[in-house]
């Protein structure tokens, strides 16, 4: 159903429909504008405007009660070209024609020449073909703007009509490839701010959509495909717009793609569908999460906030760069593109969309699902190097790298400090469960090539009053050379060799307690003590006389080749 509307054109009425009625006023107002800029331009408006006033009586009189887009159409194409009416102006367009096509041959023989003189320049360089190639792009290029306007084209656009825009002046290819270009160059360069190239093309994108007119007349969209401006064209391009604008009512009444049952079947698969895609970018999320705060230990409030958590926060951002948000931007298209298409065919009486639009949505999706899963990677790959580099720095003290910072940690715990460590693996504490009053860790040096010497120093401060003391442990060694010393001010109060002392397992609990350092083990503990994989003996030192005062205790060897040596523990013992 068609709205009607009433007219009074030169003292008749006239029903006319509301699309006709628009189609007529944008016709005379610009062949008015057209002629406005023509000596008696104004009359010849006129004779025209006249001259469909005569056409609609004539329907009127032949019995026809309402004017349709249809009439007014014929009564357009009958009025034809503006020489029926003013031959004046007709003879001044064809001479105009005549000079332009006059101007033709020697536009051509100055191309020809300058064809030649780039041949004769090509074959003494040796690059005849590539110049022939890019002159003949230019020349293709030149006569494909000729004449032509460059606006920003809004009945074909998608943001602002640029690329549409772009298409039509250069006439090169079609618009969806100037799309692709667009999306391709933003999407490749990478996204760094510190890079002014990065930011260029969305930003040219921007200024030619807020520079460029837009083609919004007739005239413009004839200037943009480089065709001359004449009523009869004007005409024409009129007309055309006209059934543009009526495609979407003809598109309303057809029926719904999906209806029913198939669009409820419909729905549920593009549901199956994005619920494992909804839930692989939740899971991404918080993985990325995870990877932050397991990272950097923020999980301790106190802390989180403190200089050095802040440093390595910045320093984690500026490793990753803008991933996050390319992953972001890629994600919204992903989640976007779906749900764009779901609505589109699920919504009813909506208009078809055209096949350049959904080449451009399917090569955009599969684009972006692409680069979010090349972001998130490397993501995950530059938060586990710096995640590397992290504990690199803190597992090294002193030039000293052990196998990771809970290394270091034990150490700290059994209250022993790490002087130097020569070919020697950087895994030097080992768990064992405590029995008695012995710690829970135990230190393994191992040599790491067989073929070079081991040196190693570890020390370990504590504060005695004056008295008599023993040394003793419980330890085990592969080879020899490696000794354990008390010290005072350089000073060697005492050695214990490894070699010397009594094996674990063949001794008897009874047997056991009687040495100190064994006094708190209990017949569970002694049993499995015994059972441990390590052939521990127990040393013990002569005693020897401390005046008071710090003393140092040292697990050292001096370019030997020992194998291995485990410390299970280490105790000073007052004997008087």
Known sequence: MKKNISINFFGTIYAIDEDAYKLLEDYIANMKLYFSHEEGGEEIADDIEHRVAELLWEYKEQGMS???????????????????????????????????????????????KREQEDEKKSEQNGLNTLVDKINDL??????????????????????????????????????????????????????DFDHKFSLSIPV????????????????DRLRMRGVKVTPENLAEQIIRDSSDSQKPSKASARTPFLSGCLSVLFFLAIGCLMIPLFGFFFLALIFTICLFLFTFELFDTSVLFSPTKLTQFNDALEAIGALPWLAGISGILIFGILIYSAIRVLRRQS??????????????????????IVSFTLICIRMNALDDIRRTELSTRNNITLNDPRQWA???????????????????????????????????????????????????????????????SILTEEGEGAVITATVDSLCLTTLNPNEGEAIKTLNLDEARQYPILQQVDSLGW??????????????????????????????????????????HIKILKVE
């Open 410 to 472: 034990r150490v700290d715990n059994l209250g022993w400090s790490v002087k130097e460590l020569k070919n020697i693996r950087n895994y030097i504490i080992e768990e064992r469960g405590g029995l008695g009053d012995m710690p829970n860790y135990a230190f393994i040096l191992r040599r790491m090539d067989f073929n070079q010497s081991v040196s190693f120093l570890l020390t370990k401060e504590t504060t005695l009053e004056e008295g008599k003391y023993i040394l003793e």
């Open 66 to 112: 309402a004017v349709d887009i249809d009439t007014v159409k014929e009564i357009i194409e009958k009025i034809g070209n503006p020489a029926d009416i003013d031959d004046e102006g007709s003879s001044k367009h064809t001479t105009t024609a005549t000079d332009n096509a006059s101007d033709t041959p020697d536009e051509e023989e100055e191309n020809r």
């Open 138 to 191: 230019f020349a293709k290029l030149r006569q494909n703007m000729e004449g032509r306007h460059l606006y920003r084209d809004t009945k074909n656009k998608m943001l602002g009509g640029v690329c549409a825009g772009l298409a039509e002046y250069f006439n090169l290819c079609d618009v969806v490839f100037w799309r692709l270009g667009f999306i391709l160059l933003v999407l490749c360069i990478p996204i």
């Open 527 to 568: 049993s499995r003590l015994q059972k441990e994989d390590r052939a521990w003996k127990h040393v013990t030192s002569k005693p020897f006389h401390h005046k008071g005062g710090p003393i140092t205790l040292n697990i050292l060897a001096n370019e030997c080749f020992i194998n291995r040596l485990a410390v299970r």
């Open 204 to 219: 040219l994108y921007l200024l030619l959509w807020l520079v460029l007119p837009e083609a919004k007349t007739p005239e």
């Open 351 to 372: 208009e078809p969309m055209a096949k350049s639009t959904k080449t451009t949505l399917l090569f955009t999706w599969f684009i972006a699902l692409a680069f979010f």
